[in-house]
C-alpha cells in the first residue's frame, strides 16, 4: 500500500519549539476527525517527537502521470495548480469551480465544528484522492482561538485577507477558498483580485460566470460584515448558483 509520510524538522522553525509544538499539536488534533468526512486528506499515523523531527502518514493523492511505481521519485499529486495547467486559458468550466467548492465549503464547515481552522487553503494545498477533491497540506490546521488572543501570522500571501484582521480565523479560510474560486475561474493569479479579463466575459455565457463571481466577491470582502459568517452559509451560496445552472 502506497502512503505518503511528512517529515517536521526543528531545524525547520530555525529550532524555535513554539511553532514546531504547534504543527504538532495541531496534527494531533486532526488526525481523529481526518477520516470522517471525505473532503479531509486522511492522516493514518502520527510519530512521537523524535530528537529534532516527528513525521506522519497520510493517503497518498492521485497522480498526475501514471505508472510512477516504477519509479516512486517521480510521483507528484495531482492538485488545482497542475488542474489549472492542464485548463484551456488556466481556469476551469464555472460549473466545474461550483462543484469542487461545494466539497470544500462542506470539508471546511465540517473543519471548523470540530475547532480547528486549516490557515493555508491555496490550490497547492487542494488534491484529489480518487478523483475528488480534498484539504490537504495539514502542517498550518490549529485550534480556533478566541478573537483578541495573539495569533501567528502563516498563510501564504494573496490568499490571507487584508490587515488588520487576524489571521488563522474560520473567516480567513472563508477568504481563501473564494480566491481559490476566483483564480480557479478566472486564470488570473490572486494579486489580480478583484479584476477579470475582459475575454472571460466576452467568451463565456455570463449567465453561467457572474453567479460565481458573485458568490468569490462576498466571500473575498476585506469588510468581515460583509462576508460568509460561515463555511456553510458560503455551501448554501454554491448550491443555488449549481441549481440555477441546472435550470438553464
Known amino acids: ?94 460549473r466545474e469551480c461550483l462543484q469542487i467548492g461545494l466539497e470544500l465549503t462542506d470539508a471546511l464547515d465540517f473543519l471548523h465544528r470540530q475547532g480547528l481552522t486549516h490557515r493555508d487553503i491555496k490550490p497547492q494545498n487542494i488534491i484529489f484522492v480518487n478523483g475528488r477533491p480534498k484539504l490537504a497540506d495539514l502542517g498550518l490546521i490549529a485550534e480556533i482561538r478566541p478573537p483578541d488572543q495573539e495569533r501567528t501570522s502563516v498563510g501564504t500571501p494573496g490568499y490571507m485577507p487584508p490587515p488588520p484582521e487576524r489571521p488563522g480565523s474560520p473567516q480567513a479560510d472563508i477568504y481563501a477558498l473564494g480566491m481559490v474560486l476566483y483564480v480557479l475561474s478566472t486564470g488570473r493569479n490572486a494579486a489580480f483580485f478583484p479584476d477579470i479579463a475582459t475575454t472571460l466575459v466576452e467568451n463565456k455565457d455570463p449567465v453561467e460566470f457572474f453567479p460565481l463571481n458573485t458568490i468569490v466577491l462576498k466571500a473575498c470582502q476585506p469588510d468581515l460584515a460583509q462576508r460568509y459568517a460561515s463555511a456553510v452559509e458560503m455551501h448554501r451560496a454554491l448550491q443555488e448558483a449549481q441549481e440555477l445552472l441546472e435550470r438553464k
Do not use: C
Open 1 to 94: 500500500q502506497w502512503q505518503a509520510l511528512k517529515a517536521v524538522y526543528l531545524a525547520k522553525f530555525d529550532n524555535n519549539p513554539d511553532p514546531y509544538e504547534g504543527v504538532f499539536n495541531g496534527i494531533s488534533r486532526y488526525k481523529p476527525v481526518s477520516d470522517k468526512h471525505p473532503g479531509l486528506l486522511r492522516v493514518d499515523f502520527v510519530s512521537e517527537k523524535r530528537t529534532g523531527y516527528f513525521y506522519y502518514v497520510m493517503e497518498l493523492g492521485d497522480p498526475v502521470e501514471p505508472g510512477w511505481e516504477r519509479e516512486p521519485s517521480t510521483y507528484k499529486p495531482r492538485d488545482l495548480v497542475n488542474e489549472r495547467a492542464h485548463a484551456p486559458g488556466r481556469r476551469l468550466p464555472v
